[in-house]
């Protein structure tokens, strides 16, 4: 259009139906040709430009037409259609059109047939030139978006010199038509309403310049294309990280980088608390959903932190991702609800938060199942999936979780497995091992215990220059068997030669036994995969210059009260009788029963409303009890901590079930309801509370000093004390954060307010006292406050950690912070926190390896055992002296970032919104909050979108800026226009979960590849705006797709390799095990003698025996074991060192028949 229009005077033009866009399409080329006509001046043709258009009326409208040439109906259509175009190009060339109907050298007509019955669809036109030359063309090429960029079609192209006879032809069919001498169609002069309407688009001046082929728009576009993409190049790794909303430290870069690179090879992510595990989770899934294997993730989180998750998800790493709410409700992250037809519908989901808790149960768990798959399944607090039985024999036995974790492993449902805990050893070391299991370690290391057992032995007996021969043999063995074991430093070894390996280890120099032990620390499955970061990690990581600031320390202050007036203690004395009876006389009816009464007795330590609000609900049980009416079996939400996990509770009770435990005779309840009456009429009238008073004192002290502080509680109801007590002393600085949410003292009243709403004030020194609830402790990051009073402690003293955590932690301020414990004196929270900071260093620093002693001291503390400190002290010794308890909390070293250069940044992302514009189909508008706006335009509602966690903590309505949101990608796509051939040419490949992305810069014929945002700019800015060679564009577009497809193959296959061998090694455990008790088993029923031959002789008769030998056969590929020197060795070890009696008991074949029923074998099944 542009060569041809440059040279003419006159056009004439049959094209479509009238309408902006089409009128904006047949004025291409008319800069140079309004210039021409100008030139002219008197001597141009009016009209210089005709247009036929067409128009689509009902037969009664046509008939009106032709009669009486009533137009009414044909001005309405065409009003219709002429609106202002958003493209900005489109706009520009209506300009010019409306131009030239105003200077009069345009004129258009509206063609209708004459039946009725279709449209005018002929499509030519004829530019003629001062000479009278002209160009013809005609063709099917629809005036359309699709037809002129996106659809096949035919133009045929002539010149009236070249063929004179066709030139003639469509010069009389034109002449016909514009004349209304066509014998089927009828034209029409366009209704002066519309010319008018036409001409109020004309500018004031005369577009001689050709609008420019929106190069601006063009450059938006390949920006955006770019940047939705570059998470799935090869190199986009650092790209998923660059652009979440949240900036990682060195120790999180390293784990989020090897985990997610290790998938399907799962990991177990124990970093102490504080330091981020969740977000490096996220962090991790974010890679991974960028075609790097996972499509379908489950999350699997502790109830009451789903909503805790979601945020993070949303805030931290830009992902919408619906929580399950009960087994029909989904909530989204901006509050909307929807209904699902059941648990099965909504695991239809690609991306699901729900609660371990109903994960777990058994009708949940087989439709768990039977849905489709997951690439990837996600578990918080993973130490609850452990051993139904806690002995060593019994790998077998599984709680519900891990139960279900098994069945989702073995049975293939899930490719792999991300498992968090802080405390991946709560009582027994071999926890963090069956975890391990869960990741798909097997083969010799988890076939039996003791293997590991002897190895970290091993590992003890180098470091102190003892490693003899049997524990170096031992040793040995196992590293030669694992194929992923690293070299040792210094010189290399063959790894499966087990004598040099045993040599090695026996004969370590001294000065090279802590680097031998290392090294054998880290090349064990739980130094691979077991990321364990601590705060002296992060010293290491400063010490290093690779973080700005140093990890505070911590000053411990135990404040010691004891009630001041003798009737607040005779008070409590009382109330203290009352629990001991009831506790004493529930139990007796049942164990675990009287828990009620441990309720009862923590509440009334932590304040006398916490006490009296429970007196208070259970007064109105024992008078429904005494009525012979119905009531309620289970302790009313208020009662029971927020943080409640099952595994406080005793056998039986599960979260939101403890048992009320109200009698069921109804003269018993009269009698309690008169001494539960009693006891509230004295806690009413009490005359001060003795704890409060000191409370205010130290709280002072601290807020006078200009630290913010965290006021912890386990009860809703002690909060709501407490906030009445403060709320005139620091009328403008308190808030409160709950399970409810946060709100804020405005000096009148409480006003509700948002986590994120929360975290600014704090940081803005808004508020000087924050009370919260152990909910609080999770995932809020309160670094701006200075201290934290526990005004109560926890039944679980690992959640202590929890607590300090939300100030103890990188951007804290301060360089020490102040934790501060009331206790009263002589109490068993006294007594017991203080052996356990004596002993253990509780409340100084995590204590790790001494998960044991705080399990046995939450059992003392929830009085189902009585306090002992011997029984501490010896718990803690035994500990101290298990090398492998420590090992299992041995902390990673710091290693230095790779520094691998992101593609795109957040930054990038922000700058891609500025470059949009309201003619490119996107408006973009700043908003008030920093990094926020609002994105708008045709195909948008006004949409709110933000790159700055303030405005995402503080309103969920906003969605994050992201290149995984499909929002995102909808904006790159409004900027792309159908058929544009760009040099920037982008090509994916995908199968299932995976996917790949190539991108090329199409420059003469070799394409320059692009590998980040940096490489793309200097390409655009040199880029004049003409598009590619096609030839040379689609050589480029199937180079970048065969490098893609490539890519994709190769990561699939790896995965699938991968998970292979995760299996393989699963039925190899299974199989060594079975093995070893089948040796055992056979030396016990015939002595030492040829195992084999023993064990075809006792398959050949007709006993139990031979039939439980029959399916060992079996179950071992139907071949006898190949018995190996040091497996032999071995079991004649055992066999010698067996008692007689206990070899008669290994002839009942228990231990082979819990081989036989190793979870494991499911493997074979699947």
């Not at 498992?419 to 027994?428: D, I, K």
């Not at 795109?904 to 470059?915: C, Q, R, Y």
């Not at 499909?966 to 199968?991: D, N, W």
Request: aromatic share 8%.
């Amino acid at each position: 259009y542009v060569p041809a229009l440059s040279e003419a005077v006159r056009y004439d033009r049959s094209c479509s139906y009238f309408s902006s866009y089409a009128l904006a399409r047949a004025a291409r080329g008319f800069g140079k040709l309004i210039e021409r006509l100008l030139a002219l001046g008197g001597q141009a043709p009016r009209p210089a430009v005709r247009l036929l258009v067409n128009e689509q009326l009902d037969r009664e409208d046509v008939q009106a037409l032709l009669e009486t040439g009533d137009t009414s109906r044909l001005e309405s259509q065409l009003k219709k259609r002429l609106k202002s175009p958003q493209d900005l190009l489109a706009r520009q060339r209506l300009a010019m059109l409306a131009w030239l109907a105003q200077a009069g050298w345009l004129e258009i007509r509206v063609g209708v047939m004459r039946s009725g019955v279709g449209i005018h669809h002929g499509k030519f036109g004829i530019a003629r030139d001062e000479t009278g030359d002209a160009v013809i063309f005609m063709g099917t090429s629809n005036e359309t978006a699709d037809g002129l960029m996106a659809n096949y079609e035919n133009v045929e192209i002539s010149t009236s010199w070249q063929d004179p006879e066709r030139y003639q032809h469509y010069v009389r069919e034109f002449e016909d038509l514009w004349g209304d001498n066509h014998a089927y169609v009828h034209t029409v002069s366009l209704p002066e309403a519309v010319r008018l309407q036409l001409i109020k688009f004309a500018p004031a001046a005369p577009p001689v310049v050709e609008p420019q082929e929106d190069l601006e728009r063009k450059k938006a576009a390949m920006f955006w294309q770019f940047i939705v993409e570059a998470p799935y190049l090869a190199n986009g790794g650092p790209a998923c990280d660059a652009t979440a909303l949240v900036e990682l430290w060195p120790h999180q870069r390293r784990v989020v980088e090897e985990a997610a690179g290790a998938w399907p090879e799962g990991r177990l992510l124990c970093d102490e608390v504080g330091l981020g595990k969740t977000i490096e989770a996220i962090l991790i899934l974010r890679r991974l959903l960028a075609g790097r294997g996972v499509r379908r993730a489950l999350l699997l989180v502790p109830a009451g932190l789903l909503g805790q998750w979601q945020g993070e998800l949303r805030e931290k790493g830009g992902l919408l991702v619906p929580r399950l709410m009960g087994p029909t409700t989904l909530a989204w992250p901006d509050g909307g609800t929807e209904k699902v037809g059941g648990l099965g519908e909504a695991l239809t989901q690609d991306i699901l938060i729900m609660s371990r808790e109903l994960a777990r149960l058994d009708d949940n768990r087989a439709i768990l199942l039977t849905a489709e798959p997951w690439d990837l399944v996600l578990l918080d607090e993973a130490h609850a999936a452990r051993r139904g039985k806690q002995e060593e024999g019994e790998f077998n036995s599984a709680t519900l979780l891990l139960q279900l974790l098994r069945d989702l492993q073995l049975k293939g449902k899930a490719r792999g497995f991300l498992l968090l805990s802080a405390t991946p050893m709560q009582t027994q070391p071999w926890e963090p091992w069956d975890l391990l299991s869960i990741l798909g370690e097997g083969g010799v290391w988890l076939a039996e215990f003791k293997a590991v057992r002897d190895y970290y032995q091993a590992v003890a007996a180098v470091r102190q220059g003892a490693c003899g021969k049997e524990l170096s043999r031992q040793a040995a063995v196992l590293i030669a068997a694992d194929p992923d074991f690293p070299q040792p430093p210094g010189n290399p070894i063959n790894l499966t030669d087990t004598t040099q390996v045993a040599q090695k280890l026996a004969f370590v120099p001294p000065t090279q036994r802590d680097d031998m032990a290392a090294w054998l620390r880290r090349g064990s499955p739980l130094g691979r995969r077991m990321h364990r970061n601590t705060r002296g990690t992060l010293k290491q990581y400063h010490s290093l210059g690779l973080l700005q600031e140093a990890p505070p320390t911590r000053k411990v202050e135990d404040i010691v009260f004891e009630y001041q007036d003798v009737h607040e203690r005779q008070v409590y004395d009382a109330i203290t009788r009352y629990i001991d009876k009831r506790f004493e006389q529930i139990e007796k009816e049942k164990t675990g029963k009287g828990f009620v009464m441990t309720v009862y007795r923590r509440r009334a330590a932590s304040s006398p409303l916490a006490l009296e609000r429970s007196l208070e609900r259970r007064r109105e049980g024992l008078k429904r009890v005494a009525a012979h009416l119905a009531y309620d079996w289970y302790l009313q939400a208020e009662d029971v901590p927020e943080a409640l996990e099952i595994d406080d509770l005793p056998e039986g009770e599960g979260v939101g079930k403890v048992s009320s435990a109200l009698p069921t005779d109804p003269r018993a309840a009269k009698a309690e309801l008169a001494e539960v009456e009693g006891l509230l009429d004295s806690l009413r009238g009490l005359p001060g509370d003795s704890k409060r008073d000191k409370f205010l004192e130290v709280l002072r002290g601290i807020t006078d000093e200009g630290r913010a502080v965290l006021v912890f509680t386990e009860y809703g109801d002690t909060l709501d004390y407490l906030r009445t007590c403060l709320k005139d002393i620091y009328p403008r600085g308190l808030a409160c954060y709950s399970g409810a949410g946060g709100e804020r003292w405005d000096g009148e009243e409480w006003q509700r307010c948002s986590k994120g709403a929360i975290t600014q004030a704090l940081q803005k020194r808004k508020i000087q006292v924050l009370l919260c609830t152990d909910a609080a402790s999770e995932g809020l990051n309160l670094q701006a406050a200075g201290a934290v009073i526990n005004y109560d402690l926890p039944w679980n003293p690992a959640r202590v950690e929890q607590r300090i955590g939300r100030i103890d932690r990188i951007g804290q301020q301060h360089p020490q912070v102040w934790v501060v414990n009331l206790f009263i004196r002589d109490s068993v929270d006294d007594k017991v926190y203080r052996a356990l900071q004596k002993r253990c260093g509780l409340f100084k620093h995590f204590v790790g390896a001494m998960q044991p002693v705080l399990a046995r001291a939450r059992r003392m503390l929830l009085y189902q055992e009585p306090f002992d400190m011997a029984d501490l002290e010896a718990t803690a010794s035994l500990v101290q002296t298990d090398a492998l308890a420590a090992e299992t909390y041995f902390e990673s070293q710091p290693e230095s970032p790779d520094g691998k250069p992101a593609a795109i940044t957040l930054a990038d992302m922000e700058e891609a919104l500025k470059l949009c514009q309201e003619g490119f189909g996107v408006k973009v508008k700043a908003l008030k909050e920093a990094h926020t706006y609002e994105i708008s335009g045709p195909g948008f509602k006004k949409t709110p979108i933000s790159a700055g966690l303030e405005a995402l903590e503080k309103e969920t309505k906003i969605r994050p800026l992201s290149p995984f949101d499909p929002f995102t990608k909808k904006i790159a796509g409004k900027l792309l226009r159908p058929g544009e051939r760009l040099p920037l040419v982008v090509a994916s490949a995908q199968e299932g979960p995976f996917r790949s992305t190539v991108a090329m810069w199409v420059r003469g014929q070799k394409p320059l590849p692009i590998t980040a945002l940096v490489e793309l700019k200097a390409s655009m800015s040199v880029w004049n705006g003409q598009p590619p060679e096609p030839e040379a564009w689609h050589r480029a577009r199937q180079k970048a797709r065969q490098a893609a497809e490539r890519q994709v193959k190769k990561m699939n296959h790896q995965a699938q390799k991968r998970v292979q061998m995760l299996m393989a090694r699963q039925i190899m455990a299974a199989k060594i095990r079975l093995t070893k008790e089948l040796g055992r088993f056979l030396m016990c029923l015939g002595g030492t003698g040829e195992l084999n031959a023993i064990f075809n002789q006792q398959m050949s008769q007709n006993t139990p025996t031979a039939i439980r030998l029959k399916q060992c056969f079996e179950m071992l590929g139907n071949r006898y074991p190949d018995w190996s020197m040091e497996l032999r060795q071995e079991l004649e070890d055992f066999y010698e060192n067996l008692p007689t009696n206990k070899r008669q008991a290994r002839i009942l074949g228990k231990e082979v028949d819990a081989a036989l029923r190793d979870p494991r074998w499911q493997v074979k099944k699947s």
